[in-house]
């Protein structure tokens, strides 16, 4: 991973920082230069609802090398609260925990390592609530 | 007034039992449990480390205080697991919660009071009217050797604490540090497990230091043991600290609340201020605490707190220590273990 | 815009070609293509390659292909969109013979996925990398996430995905191009390795070497080189959100709706009267999903559908007889060229064991990513 990628997610990964268009209201995540909705091209920063609903979940169980000493785990697509929806990992959780409709929430973790001597890199999973 | 304005713990659900490590290396399980008084630990998942422990604390901690984060003028991380040698954790712990970028930070290293530096350091800069705020973290995914007696201890876990002057939920009142060279337990550059000296970490370490600090802040304050309605002490195991207790003439009952580490066990620089969550966590107003850390190298650092009536308004803003302890766990196998703590060597 | 018609197909072996490298598949394929159709010379030429780029480390295919097949200097283009870059590919160069820039085009695909170790990231290149595969998602695994909402939505069952894929291998059985040519039970679809819950091994297309190439002609071309006239009737191509969350359903691929419905005007002609159909069936759910999107079955009655038997080769309208990307193969970049090539044998009444009686009119059906671009052609035979 090199670092200038990584860098310019820091706001959407550490923070959830979207931009709502100022036009429609839609919430874009990460937020664009042009509103998919409206085509409108001007947008407020937002911070999205760290809570939602589980929409569809898998568990992989062969995963790219990078994450291959994880597997088993659990991806999603979570609906957050605002209607934002985001496809991480459901941390914590293997076969049996989840099932489609849950409450999840987001918490920051490590997502992956580039190699022993690359940089880290965190970001936003999910975990069920209660 | 000058104090914790806010305070939050964390810890993994992952959890590993005495008996489980104690097996592996064929030692009788009964007589580790009743000499360590230890029941079982936490263990970080794959994706867990000092930094995303110290960030989740960290929001608990804001959620409590209720505070603007671009007002808190420094952000400490005390650990003995920092994830990079070289890049301090707070960087990223300031980033993920909207801290900064006006901010001061730093990597604290203490063996387990590392914590304790943090939380004593932005006391001071608040004190020194040089900030508005500023938060001290102690977190750590502390490893211990394979075999080692370490190993049935060496947890995983941290708490933050915003210090501040204005809705203080405790008052500190009195502070004292207590340092000398005595190596007890250390890690060299480049080694994966820490060395320790066996039992010389009792005696000439832990006791001298915890005793040593906590006489010196019962001299300044002019207090007595029986003042005091709680007290925490480090806690690389259920032992020590019942002890270090005792020979300071505290009771069994001041110790309750905070004595965290048989079923949690030692998360090193997140170990006595854990504890001191737990303690606010049921605290009333006016009740004085009595801390003392330890830090191998070797050193202590004691704290008095008073708590306020703002303790019942920020309480239950965030997750309990005991609740998170108590509830949501997962118990793994040895393997598994060994597998989240990446002790297997692998093909990279 | 001139009529066009597809006058020479060839391919290579689908599979595990260990011995060949990715110039030697791509120019056999095209040899082949261009002696099949009789032409002396080609105008230019598309290569629709996903990622030669990251299996092989080869970029700048058109130029590469153009070398070695030993028709320099004329054109040489190289395609990309993803799963999607055969169908792109031929799709560039109807276009170009339409439009009257060029009489005689070869369109070509190929893929070397055997020369590289880690398959699942590079595959997974067609889905949004900051906000999907950052997250250590793969392509099994979003279509476990659609496989999953649907199971959840329409009370779908293994057994109904499982049919699809022993359905293919029946076909696959029949095809000597095939990487898979072995009948398989739901069984043993359902007692393979968990891949990506609830998908497993035998639900997903292979990984796969293999190139194909067909020669796209102008009519008059076309009239006077052949006796078996296969006409591009329709041609269609769009896209949609990378990203699987974007969309609002995830049972349905709105890509593959709207290609689907301009085909289907731009050939007159309605679902029904579709003889038979090749889809992407990268992983049994797409062909489940694609199924109901082209209008061949209802809204969640294509998992029915399939356990019926309602898409095999001895119904109405068959869906994937050469056996599918499931037991054929997918070298992603020759994918969508190989399945014109089996509708071009099925209207043309060359497709042997697996012919389908009185074929017409087919379909092709490719898409990228989750459906993030979609190709869909209709050829009838004249």
Redesign the interface.
């Given at each position: 991973m090199i670092p200038s990628r990584y860098v310019r997610e820091i706001p959407q990964r550490y923070r959830l920082e979207g931009g709502k268009c100022l036009k429609c209201g839609h919430i874009n995540f990460p937020s664009r230069l042009i509103c998919p909705e409206c085509k409108s091209k001007e947008f407020e920063k937002t911070v999205l609802q760290d809570e939602g609903k589980l929409l569809t979940y898998t568990i992989i169980r062969v995963a790219a090398e990078k994450f291959s000493q994880e597997t088993p785990f659990a991806v999603g697509i979570v609906e957050l609260n605002d209607g934002v929806r985001v496809t991480c990992q459901i941390a914590d959780a293997e076969e049996g925990d989840i099932q489609i409709g849950q409450r999840i929430k987001l918490v920051f973790r490590k997502i992956q390592e580039d190699g022993k001597a690359g940089i880290l890199c965190y970001g936003y999973k999910g975990v069920i609530v209660g | 007034m000058i104090g914790i304005v806010g305070y939050g713990a964390y810890l993994?659900?992952?959890r590993i039992k005495v008996d489980e490590i104690a097996r592996q290396w064929g030692y009788d399980p009964d007589s580790v449990k009743k000499g360590l008084v230890l029941h079982e630990k936490t263990v970080p998942?794959?994706?867990?480390?000092t930094?995303?422990i110290s960030?989740?604390a960290s929001?608990k901690a804001l959620r409590r205080a209720q505070i603007d984060p671009k007002e808190i003028g420094a952000v400490y991380v005390g650990s003995e697991s920092h994830?990079?040698a070289v890049k301090p954790t707070a960087t990223?712990v300031i980033?993920?919660?909207?801290i900064g970028p006006n901010v001061h930070v730093a990597s604290y290293e203490f063996a387990c009071k590392a914590g304790t530096e943090a939380m004593y350091n932005a006391y001071a800069l608040v004190k020194a009217d040089e900030m508005k705020y500023a938060m001290g973290i102690g977190a750590d995914t502390s490893q211990g050797a394979p075999g080692d007696a370490l190993e049935f201890a060496a947890s995983a876990g941290g708490a933050a604490f915003i210090m501040g002057k204005e809705k203080v939920v405790a008052e500190i009142l009195y502070t004292n540090s207590y340092t000398s060279d005595t190596p007890d337990f250390w890690r060299r550059e480049g080694e994966y497990y820490p060395r320790h000296g066996g039992r010389f970490t009792g005696e000439p370490a832990y006791f001298k230091h915890i005793l040593g600090a906590g006489m010196a802040l019962l001299e300044k304050s002019k207090m007595k043991p029986e003042d005091f309605k709680y007290a925490v002490f480090h806690m690389p195991n259920g032992k020590f600290p019942q002890t270090a207790g005792r020979k300071l003439g505290f009771t069994k009952e001041q110790l309750e609340a905070g004595w965290i580490a048989p079923w949690m066990g030692n998360t090193y620089s997140g170990s006595s201020p854990m504890g001191l969550t737990a303690i606010l966590d049921v605290a009333e107003p006016g009740e004085l605490i009595f801390m003392v850390s330890f830090g191998s190298g070797a050193g202590s650092d004691g704290f008095i707190f008073r708590v306020t009536e703002e303790i019942t308004n920020v309480r239950d803003r965030a997750e309990k220590l005991r609740t998170m302890l108590d509830n949501n766990k997962?118990y793994l196998t040895y393997g598994e273990y060994a597998?989240y703590r990446r002790k297997i060597i692998?093909n990279? | 815009m001139r009529d066009v018609a597809v006058i020479g197909i060839g391919m290579t072996q689908f599979g595990e070609l260990w011995g060949k490298s990715l110039k030697d598949i791509f120019v056999e394929a095209a040899l082949k293509a261009t002696e099949d159709s009789g032409v002396d010379h080609i105008d230019s030429m598309y290569v629709g390659a996903m990622s030669s780029g990251l299996f092989v480390g080869q970029e700048h295919l058109g130029a590469v292909m153009a070398d070695y097949l030993a028709v320099t200097p004329i054109p040489a283009t190289h395609i990309e969109s993803a799963c999607a870059s055969g169908g792109a590919a031929f799709r560039q160069a109807y276009l170009e013979v339409a439009s009257g820039a060029s009489d005689i085009v070869l369109a070509g695909g190929v893929e070397k996925m055997t020369d590289t170790s880690d398959v699942t990231e590079v595959l997974a290149t067609a889905a949004d990398q900051e906000y999907e595969v950052f997250h250590g998602v793969t392509f099994p695994g979003l279509y476990a996430l659609m496989a999953n909402a649907y199971m959840h939505q329409y009370k779908a069952t293994r057994e109904q995905l499982a049919a699809v894929a022993v359905k293919n291998h029946r076909n696959g059985a029949k095809n000597p191009n095939a990487q898979y040519r072995n009948e398989i039970t739901p069984e043993q679809v359902m007692t393979s390795t968990m891949v990506a819950d609830p998908l497993r091994l035998l639900d997903c297309s292979p990984v796969s070497d293999g190139a194909a190439a067909v020669i796209v002609a102008s009519m008059d071309v076309a009239k006077k080189m052949k006796k078996n006239l296969i006409r591009v009737k329709a041609s269609a191509q769009t896209s949609g959100t990378i990203a699987l969350h974007s969309r609002e359903s995830f049972t349905t691929l709105p890509s593959v709706v709207r290609a689907a419905e301009k085909t289907y005007t731009m050939a007159g002609v309605t679902p029904d009267q579709i003889n038979v159909v090749e889809v992407h069936d990268c992983f049994t759910i797409a062909e489940i999903i694609v199924s109901e999107d082209l209008g061949f079955f209802e809204k969640g009655k294509g998992a029915e559908a399939a356990e019926k038997g309602l898409t095999s080769i001895e119904c109405k309208r068959p869906i994937n007889t050469s056996g599918g990307l499931k037991a054929k193969g997918h070298p992603v970049g020759a994918t969508w060229i190989a399945q014109i090539i089996e509708i071009y044998e099925q209207l043309s009444g060359t497709a042997g064991e697996r012919q389908v009686k009185n074929a017409r009119i087919g379909m092709t059906q490719n898409m990228g990513g989750t459906g993030a671009s979609c190709v869909i052609h209709i050829l009838e035979a004249i």
């Open positions: - | 993994p659900r992952y998942g794959l994706d867990e480390d930094i995303t960030v989740e929001k994830p990079y990223i980033d993920a919660l909207d997962k597998k692998i990279e | -």
